[in-house]
Nanobody, 117 residues
Framework: VQVVESGGGSVQPGGSLRLSCLAS??????????MSWARQVPGKGIEWVSG???????GYADAVKDRFTISRDNAKSTVYLQMNDLKPEDTGVYYC??????????WGQGTQVTVSS
């Protein structure tokens, strides 16, 4: 399975970004898989951020709840992460992967998000 994350950038606190993750591969049928986003904050390990089931049900880490929204477009094999009211502590490299929850392996190149004034 290949994942390609995009949409990162540099924003000021309070700003917004929308991340995208295209997942594809031989034998991988995107609509059949939950998908998650995680981030690696400088000096820390991978932190699960959000996930979405095939049903559309979602989950969020407490740190991003009410600010981030995960969604999916099965026709485009893409999962999105809308990030609003960004804070400096949201800075990090964001990854996506199939699955739901904190015990996943992330192998994409990630997309850098920097929140700074």
């Amino acid at each position: 399975v290949q994942v390609v994350e995009s949409g990162g950038g540099s924003v000021q606190p309070g700003g917004s970004l929308r991340l995208s993750c295209l997942a594809s591969g031989s034998g991988f049928f995107f609509p059949n898989h939950a998908m998650s986003w995680a981030r690696q904050v400088p000096g820390k390990g991978i932190e699960w951020v959000s996930g979405i089931y095939v049903t559309g049900n979602t989950g969020y880490a407490d740190a991003v709840k009410d600010r981030f929204t995960i969604s999916r477009d099965n026709a485009k094999s893409t999962v999105y992460l809308q990030m609003n009211d960004l804070k400096p502590e949201d800075t990090g490299v964001y990854y996506c992967a199939p699955g739901f929850g904190p015990d996943l392996t992330y192998w994409g190149q990630g997309t850098q998000v920097t929140v700074s004034s």
